[in-house]
């Protein structure tokens, strides 16, 4: 059995005004075939669960494509295209093929299409046919299209956040995939939109209430005759039709029961959705609890500034409130590549007087002036073989450069934007963030895994930016209405 694998994957914030162009591609990673193995085949990530699958007797997994970045503004019309022109191109090339699994994200934007991952799974079974067993798993972040799953045989979703779950739900993809193209099973996909938003900050998968929904979804999913069953917690800042939640399930065999068992976990999911909103701490809220805490460190997660989410990584509101209460023992990474330049051209061990963070025309804050010693220099890389979000290993943070300053902050001031998703992105550094006071990560739940292990307290801060958590900050323009918490909405019963 020949089985493709090949992806785009993006997760786009429509606020951003950083369009996803060739340059941010090529900067995040358009991978071809071996290049793909290198760099996923000991990866915990989706393509390491595709790849995995390729052990299986009588199958092979041929990688074609992969094109990854980091979280940003919809895609550029053309590059979309020339992406997948060239994934279409690369499956009559190689082919003939028995399957197809797509590494998708499920919250891909480009400009001419919002249903970006629809479009993808759309053309490569037009291209296809009917015949060729087609799979796909996407990020729990994923804002699923009917249009979407109807182009789909198999869908997994991953059900961990922090998603720590990618490699073993893509493998389940994989395995599904390959029992239906040997004729084993029938899968039939269901998928039930829900006209709700679950907020950032409420979608811990080991917290209620979605801890409860996630046990639901699962009993679900073992029922006999059933194949899986997937809750989709969605991605609010992407400004679609077809941004929410939404429930799937697969049967074998049978529609109806697919549908009734994505119904029943969406109504379980419906029932809870004032659980699912929430409010967070101000900045000064935040900062007093920190400081009034006997022991640290405490991490405060700046939600405004999600990386994850495609922000840019450089705000300087907590910096600056730290600063100004005469905060002292704190560690932030600051992306920040024209400080960057000004410190290594100073040198290791000079003193620098500088503004850092807030540079980009949507950074939240204002640059921040400091002064301190640059402690090291560094190219950025390193390795993380701990379970981390979305089960990435290997990290780029560009140029490098640590700097103390007098107010006695430790800023690591990246070229390149990187998830907070891993304590290496210190330690590689020779920074032990347990013996800092305060600690700041750029996210929400991304950097959930790691700071875990060390936080005697970890603080969700409601700072702005195009990733605030109170979404009703945001101008939308394509949404859905009526869909709740923005306006009451009715689900169940005949409003399906
Ligand atoms: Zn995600």
Redesign the pocket.
Known sequence: MRIATLGLFH?ANTFSPIKADRDLYAHGGVLHGEEIVLEHGDASTTMGGFLAAGTTPDVEVVPLLFAYINPIGPIVADVFEDLLGEMLDDLDKYGPWDAVLLALHGAAVAEHTPDADGEIAARVRQRLGRDVVIGATF???ANLSTRLIDALDVATV?QT?P?VDAHERARKCADLVISAARGEIRPRPALVPLPLVVNITRQDTSEEPMAGLMATASAIANRPGMLDASLIQGFPYADVPHMGMSAMAIHDGDDVAARQAATELADAIWAVRTDLQARGLTPDEALDIAGRAPVGPVVLLDVGDNI?GGAPGDSTVLLAAAQHRGIGSFLQALCDPEAVTTCMAAGTGATVRTTVGARQPHSPGHPVRVEGTVRLISDGRYEDGTPTH?GFRFFDMGRTVVLDTTDGHTLVLTSKQVLCSSLQQHRSLGIEPTDYHVVVAKGVNSPRAAYGRIARRMLTVDTEGITAMGIERFDYQHRRTPLYPFEDAEFGGGNR
Do not use: I, Q, V
């Open positions: 997760e990020d729990l972040h991953y956040n998603h994850g979305g």
